[in-house]
DNA sequence: TAAAACTATGTTAGCGCTAACATGGTAGCG
DNA sequence: CGCTACCATGTTAGCGCTAACATAGTTTTA
């Protein structure tokens, strides 16, 4: 009798308060409740203290899913990167977690394993979620993919490397910072430069750098010879890596790696197996990661400024979505040479 | 006209296909699209086929928050973690992602940045989501948390340390393994043992392992002197960890570092300065992460089973999630120490 | 002082999907 | 053959919220 149900079909209530039941314990419409909680500004002060005093006092947690239904837009923002296990994604991630959560966004992360099948995967999962905006590591898409973000009217970000971008682009110049290392490693006079990389099909930005480098050792009139790892970045592969160097290019006087991580495992084998560095060999990283400025002798890397990348790319993607003037829609955020004593 | 709209206001059309537009045009009802897609087995093939084919054709992404709104669930698992920064939380956070990911889930990540009072901030926002389970890091929670989540009916997994949980539990002993760990030194012959940690109120589980090693050295009739850094496990920090305890307990023999970060860095510092270890100083850490394995003399550590125990915790949830019976609450993912050069 | 503009709140109608129940057809069975 | 059982599909009614429009009261403006 005092149910105001119409129907005896009974869907499974999920025993929360909804906003209905707070507007009506406040004695107010539930719109009001809404504004109350979403836009303080349009409501009265002394209503919206008793609104927000209701809420309290029921324990009301708005159900964000019937909101974004409603409104056709989720505060949630779609992030893509290649990787968990590289500290330099983390960083990217790191910044823009800050920026997004303080205006209230939250990040829906998603992990490709350098997968191009599963980027597209994931963002049309993620589409799903009618988030408010993309983020994601790159310029290179599956076709399927591409054809689905150019019908898509929300911001998207790729950050990472810097080119032709479907829309809002942060990132660096990976030739270049190929090239800018491999004209420091020739500027120290060292003519036999070996590039290690690892999977450098799916890390196609470590095939960029190595195009540069390569580009400046032939200008040079020297060879640019490349081992291959199938290992992602890690000590472990960067030790392989040095031992291969040794035992196919015994006259190598450098080796330029693909990332710190690889750079530092070979640093650390190669002491303990009683060589000197830079004497015996030179070793020269990519990243700027601590790791690489914490052992002796210091890497010589190049240091992106990854936490920046993300800040910028969240508080660029946040200009578009207050519906700001975006006035550049690619930035670099350029790269520097570190070197240290490895070289 | 054709236009079956019963009133002249109209709503921000998302141009997006809709279930029903597929069900029209493939000449069905949307409740068979719907089962199509989420329930194959309940559709006859040949009209599974054609349905598969029109949603193919038009492109169609469903709607996942329309979805989650009309089941009252969401395929979306809240993890939360105390900081990104950390390497352990990261393995943790692909353990789980791996799994959950496998089963259809989405994981819904939130960092703390060891903030007790945040986590309930996170915690909350995400319950709005009407996630399937929540997965967070460590027994302690505010008590507005606590209450919260008791009135909670899904799974809720506490993992990373073991105890006295709210539902579901994968962790380890910390205390134990502090005192493993301080058993070892004092083994090793070590008889002025310094611990170092960082900002140990927040990092509470680190101030459990120095409880169990010190419960140690005082049974064995010594002090157990500590220092506090007030920044989170960092090469860096461990450096000046190192430096403060030369400086303040210049006779000190060995340091129990709180983590690998810490006594990685130490290690690098030591000997940059032209310290040997064991020989001047012996070094041991907690976590067993690659790096100091890389480093010569291999670091003592104690070495948990990251990613296994975000698989571990994913598997427990997904049981649970399966309606099926779980068998224990209560998982011990144990600990190994790892005996290198450095003790 | 009447019209215009603004403020505070309410009413109505969905957002796009799925749970629950309904229906009609086919098979299985004694 | 009449019964139950089951299979495939459909109808109806919301899930909990917010956009869009509506309304009444108050202030500003010419």
Chains 1, 2 share one sequence.
């Not at 968990?84 to 829906?108: D, K, S, W």
């Not at 003519?191 to 050792?217: I, K, N, P, Q, T």
């Not at 030790?239 to 710190?260: C, K, M, Q, W």
Request: with cysteine; proline share 3%.
């Amino acid at each position: 009798m005092s149910d105001k149900r119409k129907s005896t079909r009974r869907r499974r209530g999920s025993e929360q308060p909804t906003l209905q039941q707070v507007a009506d314990a406040a004695g107010v419409s539930a719109i009001t409740v809404s504004r109350a909680l979403n836009a303080p500004e349009r409501v009265n002060a002394a209503t919206r203290i008793k609104v927000l005093a209701t809420v309290e006092r029921l324990g009301y947690v708005p159900n964000l899913v019937a909101g974004s239904l409603a409104s056709a837009r989720s505060r949630f923002i779609a992030v893509i990167v290649p990787s968990l296990a590289n500290a330099v994604f983390i960083e990217v991630i790191h910044g823009l977690q800050e920026t997004f959560e303080r205006e209230g966004y939250q990040i829906l992360l998603g992990n490709t394993d350098y997968d191009i099948e599963r980027e597209y995967q994931l963002i049309r999962t993620f589409l799903g979620w009618s988030c408010s905006a993309l983020v994601t590591a790159g310029l290179r898409h599956s076709e399927a993919c591409r054809s689905l973000l150019t019908h898509w009217d929300k911001p998207i970000m790729e950050v990472m490397e810097l080119g032709d971008a479907l829309d809002l682009n942060v990132g660096l110049d990976h030739h270049e910072a190929g090239r800018c290392m491999a004209r420091h490693l020739l500027a120290q006079q060292y003519r036999s430069v070996v590039y290690v990389g690892a999977c450098l099909d799916r890390d196609y930005r470590a095939r960029m750098r190595f195009e540069g480098h390569r580009e400046v050792l032939h200008a040079a009139g020297l060879e640019a010879p490349m081992i291959e790892l199938d290992q992602l970045g890690s000590l472990d592969a960067g030790a392989t890596g040095l031992e291969r160097v040794l035992s196919r290019y015994p006259s190598a006087d450098a080796i330029h790696f693909a990332n710190d991580d690889l750079a530092t495992g070979a640093l650390l084998r190669a002491q303990r197996l009683g060589m000197t560095i830079p004497g015996d060999i030179a070793i020269a990283g990519f990243n700027g990661l601590p790791l690489g400025q914490h052992v002796t002798p210091r890497l010589t890397t190049i240091r992106s400024p990854r936490e920046n990348m993300g800040r910028l790319a969240a508080e660029e993607v946040l200009k578009r979505l207050d519906a700001k003037r975006v006035t550049r829609r690619r930035h670099d955020v350029g790269f520097e040479l570190l070197v240290g004593g490895s070289t």
